[in-house]
């Protein structure tokens, strides 16, 4: 089934849903310790962060920091092979940069963004509002649009071949 964790600033410790794992921690943090699995993952909080693997089995991964500086800033593994992929940080950074990450497709938007893929990947949309857009993939990267814009605002994409449709620096 379903499982929805919500409070002001939630620490998962070890959630496993059959379902959808929704992740809610209002005005507070959202943290990942060990592991969030569903088949759909949504995590929000005023910074969403955690050295722990995130999993969504088969259908759609969506961070959201919405903190005053809310950062997104995964540092385990990131699994989301089986649908989209949207990491928001509007007033943060995005950060999911463990070697390990698998996405299929990734729309991300925060003043940096920073994002690696064990294998191809698909950017449907990467925008850093204030600093670099850096992704690096193990296998070929596919984008739609990667924008950086600001101080120290480059566009790197490295990859085992690299199709890109619009880069904007």
């Known amino acids: 089934g379903d499982v929805g964790l919500t409070g002001v600033g939630v620490d998962v410790a070890t959630a496993d849903a059959e379902g959808v794992l929704t992740v809610d921690a209002g005005t507070g943090d959202a943290t990942v310790s060990a592991k969030a699995e569903g088949s759909s993952v949504s995590l929000e909080g005023a910074n969403v962060t ?3 693997a ?12 919405d903190g005053a500086t809310g950062d997104i800033d995964l540092t385990g593994v990131v699994t989301a092979d089986g649908g989209a992929t949207t990491l928001t940080a509007a007033n943060g950074a995005v950060s999911a940069a463990n070697a390990g990450n698998d996405f299929q497709s990734v729309t991300a938007t925060g003043k940096s963004v920073t994002l690696h893929d ?4 698909t950017l449907t949309s990467v925008t850093a509002t204030a600093g670099a857009a850096t992704v690096t993939a193990g296998g070929k990267i596919t984008a739609t ?6 101080t120290g605002g480059d566009v790197g994409l490295t990859g085992v071949g690299v199709d890109v449709a619009t880069a904007d620096a």
């Open 50 to 52: 955690g050295a722990g």
């Open 54 to 65: 995130v999993t969504a089995e088969a259908g759609t991964l969506q961070v959201t920091a």
């Open 118 to 121: 064990t294998d191809e990947v």
């Open 145 to 150: 649009s990667v924008t950086a814009s600001g």
